[in-house]
């Protein structure tokens, strides 16, 4: 798949109004079913990416037609506080998010051998 929506240049700084255009073209897309949709933002660590408002767009964009649960990638940090979701992922409610528990709940499937 190629690219679905975008704008950019290397001295381009997009608006909220711009980021809300791109995600709606996004999703108002041929093709694109959302049904049930998992967003995999950054944590709080990353806040002034707007990954956090964009997050909130594309969950106000699909709620009410689909499910949207949404895993903020923690890398080496902490599950995220609920102020830190309230101040990064604005009206979404806490019960959509999933904590990446990647230090305790990784499961073993299978092994690939090297041959």
């Known amino acids: 798949m190629g690219i679905i929506a975008g704008k950019g240049s290397t001295d381009l700084v997009l608006s909220i109004d711009d980021m809300r255009t ?3 073209q996004a999703l108002d897309s ?3 079913e959302l049904n049930k949709v998992l967003v995999l933002p950054p944590d709080f660590t990353r806040f002034h990416s707007q990954a956090g408002a964009i997050t ?3 969950y106000n964009k699909v709620k009410d037609n689909g499910v949207v649960d949404i895993m903020p990638a923690l890398g080496t940090h902490a ?3 609920d ?6 992922f604005g009206s979404i409610p806490h019960d959509r998010f999933m ?3 990647w230090r305790n709940a990784l499961v073993r499937l299978g092994e690939v051998s090297s041959s």
């Open 99 to 101: 904590v990446h528990d």
């Open 30 to 32: 041929p093709g694109i």
């Open 22 to 24: 791109i995600v709606d």
């Open 79 to 81: 599950a995220m506080t």
């Open 56 to 58: 909130e767009m594309i």
């Open 83 to 88: 102020e830190e979701l309230d101040e990064m």
